[in-house]
């Protein structure tokens, strides 16, 4: 009986040890780092990342009136267009997906929408975005975002990137979810292409 009851304890204190332990090898590793590198990792540093996200960038020089007209400027909006599918593809609750929702709408409803087009002619610049937003939405299997960009931002099914368009990401991921809107999309043009066609001529 005394066995069984000092188990427990026993495991505890272990436990405790071993947290105690860790908790010394980390103190001692960052104590180990450089000045530069621990700034980068200080909490004044994340706040200052996190204020400087490339949507809080894109609507500060929207107060300003930017028109996104330099390729620096367009890249920014780029990334901030991208960052918002990412965000709705991750979202684990509704209102987190809305919100990013709101955040794209809100881009392609302004100035900030001309980085949907961004096609950097460096390939490293290419790299860092990993994709055009729409590219991003396919490879995701974010449908809500894919439809977003195709009816507010008229994004392009057949813009490449890596030499995939956005249809064939979302092939070669098995997006099953967004190719349904790529294809719905693809009808309504086709439907509307019949529609502006001028009447074919009658026969004699």
Not at 15 to 30: D, E, F, I, L, Y
Not at 148 to 160: Q, T, W
């Amino acid at each position: 009986g005394t066995e069984r009851g000092s188990r427990p304890v026993f495991e505890a204190r272990k436990r405790s040890s071993s947290s105690s332990r860790s908790a010394g090898v980390w103190c001692s590793s960052w104590r180990m780092l450089s000045p530069a590198v621990k700034r980068i990792f200080s909490p004044g540093a994340k706040r200052k990342r996190e204020e400087s996200t490339p949507m809080k960038r894109v609507r500060a020089k929207l107060e300003e009136g930017c028109e996104f007209e330099t390729e620096a400027e367009q890249q920014l909006s780029c990334r901030a267009l991208c960052d918002c599918v990412i965000a709705c593809s991750a979202a684990k609750r509704s209102e987190e997906k809305q919100a990013a929702l709101e955040d794209l709408e809100e881009l392609l409803e302004g100035e900030a929408r001309k980085g949907l087009s961004y096609v950097a002619d460096d390939s490293e610049l290419d790299k860092r975005l990993s994709g055009t937003p729409l590219y991003m939405a396919a490879m995701l299997d974010c449908p809500e975002a894919a439809k977003l960009l195709i009816d507010k931002g008229e994004a392009s099914l057949v813009a490449r990137f890596e030499n995939l368009t956005p249809i064939e990401v979302a092939i070669k991921h098995a997006s099953k979810n967004v190719l349904s809107v790529f294809f719905a999309r693809i009808a309504e043009l086709e439907a509307r292409a019949e529609d502006e066609a001028p009447p074919a001529p009658s026969r004699p």
